[in-house]
């Protein structure tokens, strides 16, 4: 199997979004819904990639681009319709060269289409031999999709679009996904005359196909798997099926071993994996690269992004960004980790903790409400509560380094760049500005003033 071609449409607005971006750069499960369409048609290797854009042009193909180092941009003018923007693709195709052999062509507003459906479909074309083939689905409800119209034989006669349809056409519950292979040649004939007389004005590329049933055999697969295939047109179809794959995502992972208390309210991106016997409490939102190892216990009501949380580690009620937490460490209650934190095994970030770029050793605990920004920290030090590294002057940032066996007082403040050797104690309320040798005990001295008589006697 061979694709000398492959054609994504993502030139619509999109309108029903009522969005000031394209529908095809919203999001679903991590990722555009151009990113996942374009990543699913990638996997089955065409000779070329092209994606038709228009509204939004140079925004559109910038995501492409960044989805896709070796995609053709091809830019559809302001005669609408699917149907034009394959000439356009074909026309800038045949420009660059010419193609021969099967042509795939796919919307972009269909999230879950996946390659091996699509690998299935230019399969089920090759071997039958059809000069254009439709990928269908059944719905209970077609109501907004083209309908198959087929023959006696059961070979497909045309497509039907909704506001063309009457009202027998109307009852047929097969639609068209706007998915489909064309031999090239056959293509190229098909889409010449194609006309604007129907009632939203636009070039159809369903009008092509009977044109190409003059010509060759039109045949229809039938996606295996409906979900696949469901367009999303506006925001309430988009929750809907984000909620039906979101469930679909869950049950892989309870099968995995994987406890989902309630898979309701825990959200999971394609690309994040959970150890066996992890739990995952709700109020839970898994995504991008999040890596989760067994035995973790994680939430109710965290976030975690591109996270790596290890065996046996917790994290509750806190927000983790790009951070690497070791084995059996706890994190939370109410501790953000912005990007860039180590975490040691056996390791605490408390309540109310913020932590940038730190380095935490094995068994080192902070507490609680301190901030830990562009340091270090040894091994099996304690951080009192209220402790703050000022690692910012306003126009550098500097590191802190805290080594092992440390017992920081509370409300200290560390102004770096400045280090702290092994075994050293802070007094509460400590201003360290210089290096603290090891095994040393440091604090900052500071006057205390009583003013008597201070308030006027009506405000006593």
């Known amino acids: 199997m061979t694709l000398s071609a492959a054609i994504v449409l993502a030139a619509g607005e999109g309108t029903r979004m009522r969005s000031n971006k394209p529908k095809v750069l919203h999001t679903f499960a991590g990722k555009t819904f151009l990113n996942r369409v374009m990543n699913s048609v990638a996997a089955l290797e065409p000779a070329t990639l092209a994606v038709v854009v228009h509204f939004q042009a140079e ?16 830019n559809q003018d302001d005669i609408p319709g699917t149907g034009r923007a394959v000439q356009c693709a074909m026309s800038q195709l045949a420009e660059n060269g010419g193609i021969n052999g099967p042509v795939l062509i796919a919307a972009s507003d269909m999230p ?10 230019v399969e089920f074309h090759t071997v039958s031999g059809n000069g254009a083939t439709v990928l269908t689905t059944i719905l209970d409800d077609p109501t907004g999709y083209g ?13 039907v679009e909704q506001k063309d349809a009457n009202r027998s056409e109307l009852a047929v519950q097969e639609v068209n996904t706007s998915v489909y292979v064309f031999d090239a040649k056959l293509l190229a004939r098909a889409i010449a005359d194609l006309k604007s007389n129907n009632a939203q004005g636009e ?36 929750a809907a099926l984000a909620r039906t794959y979101n469930r679909r995502v869950c ?32 109020g839970s939102f898994l ?13 109710p009501y965290t976030t975690l992004i591109d996270a790596v949380v290890d065996d046996g580690a917790t994290v509750e009620r806190s927000r983790v960004q790009e951070s690497h937490i070791g084995a059996r460490t706890n994190i939370g209650p109410w501790t953000y980790l912005r990007p860039g934190n180590e975490f040691g095994e056996d390791a ?3 309540a109310f903790v913020e932590m940038k770029k730190a380095h935490i050793g094995n068994g080192t605990k902070v507490p609680h409400l301190s901030y830990v920004g562009d340091a270090q920290l040894g091994d099996h030090t304690n951080i009192g509560g209220g402790t703050i590294t000022a690692n910012y002057d306003g126009v550098h940032k500097s590191r802190t380094r805290i080594g092992s066996g440390c017992h920081v007082g509370a409300g200290n403040l560390f102004v770096a760049p400045v280090e702290v050797g092994d075994n050293v104690t802070t007094g509460a ?6 290096a603290v040798p090891s095994d040393t005990m440091v604090y900052s001295e500071n006057t205390q003033h009583n003013v008597e008589g201070w308030k006027p006697a009506w405000e006593r």
């Open 287 to 299: 995504q991008g690269h999040t890596v989760i190892g067994e035995d973790a216990m994680i939430g």
């Open 59 to 74: 925004r559109v193909a910038e995501a492409a681009r960044s989805y896709n180092e070796h995609v053709t941009i091809v």
């Open 251 to 282: 049950e892989h992972w309870m099968r995995e071993g994987v406890t989902i208390l309630d898979p309701e309210t825990t959200w999971i991106e394609d690309d994040v994996t959970i150890g066996r016997d992890a739990t995952i409490l709700p």
């Open 429 to 434: 309320g400590s201003v360290v500005r210089h």
């Open 203 to 238: 070039f159809y590329l369903t009008d092509a196909l009977e044109t190409a049933r003059s010509a060759g055999k039109v045949g229809a697969f039938t996606a295996p798997d409906p979900l696949t295939v469901e367009g999303v047109n506006d925001r309430v179809q988009l």
């Open 147 to 159: 309908r198959i119209i087929r023959d006696p034989q059961g070979n497909v006669l045309r497509i």
């Open 348 to 350: 605490k970030a408390g």
């Open 112 to 121: 879950l289409l996946d390659s091996a459906t699509l690998r299935q479909l």
